[in-house]
C-alpha cells in the first residue's frame, strides 16, 4: 500500500500516457496506463472517458457508449464524456439521431475544445454518416 502511495502523485502522467499509447495505437500500452491510473485514484473518472476513448479509436462503439454511459451516472454534467458518447451514437445508424441531439447540446458548452469537437462530428456525421448515395453507387447496387 505505501508503493501506491508513492505514485498517487504520477496519476495525470499515468493518464496522459494512456491517451498518449492510443495516439501511438498500442492498445496494450493504454490499457495498462489507464488501469494503472484507476488504481492510483478510483473516484477520477477521467480514467473511465480514456478507456472508452480507446474503445472509439478501436471502433468498437458499443463498448465505448458503455464507458461514457458509466461516467454520465456518476457525473451527469460531463460535457466530455456527453460529447464522447454523441460521437460514439451518431456513427452508428440505430443511433444516430439520438447521437445528434447530444453532439447539439454540447456544441454549445463554454468548453472550447468540447465545442469544437462536437460541431466537427455534427459535420462528418452530416458529410459521411448521412450521406446520400451517388447515381454511380445507385446504379451499381441495382447490377
Known amino acids: 500500500m505505501q508503493q501506491m502511495a508513492k505514485y498517487k502523485k504520477d496519476f495525470a502522467l499515468f493518464l496522459e500516457a494512456g491517451f498518449i499509447a492510443i495516439n501511438q495505437m498500442d492498445e496494450a500500452a493504454a490499457t495498462r496506463l489507464f488501469n494503472a491510473a484507476a488504481l492510483l485514484n478510483p473516484e477520477n473518472t ?75 462530428a455534427i459535420d462528418f456525421v452530416e458529410t459521411f454518416v448521412k450521406k446520400k448515395p451517388s447515381p454511380a453507387e445507385i446504379k451499381k447496387k441495382k447490377k
Open 46 to 120: 477521467l480514467t473511465e472517458i480514456g478507456k472508452g476513448y480507446l474503445q472509439l479509436h478501436l471502433l468498437n462503439l458499443k463498448g465505448a457508449a458503455a464507458h461514457f454511459e458509466k461516467v454520465l451516472k456518476q457525473e451527469p454534467d460531463n460535457e466530455m464524456a456527453k460529447t464522447f458518447l454523441g460521437v460514439t451514437l451518431s456513427w452508428q445508424p440505430a443511433e444516430t439521431i439520438k447521437g445528434e441531439k447530444i453532439l447539439e447540446e454540447t456544441a454549445n458548452s463554454r468548453d472550447p475544445a468540447v465545442k469544437k469537437i462536437s460541431k466537427t
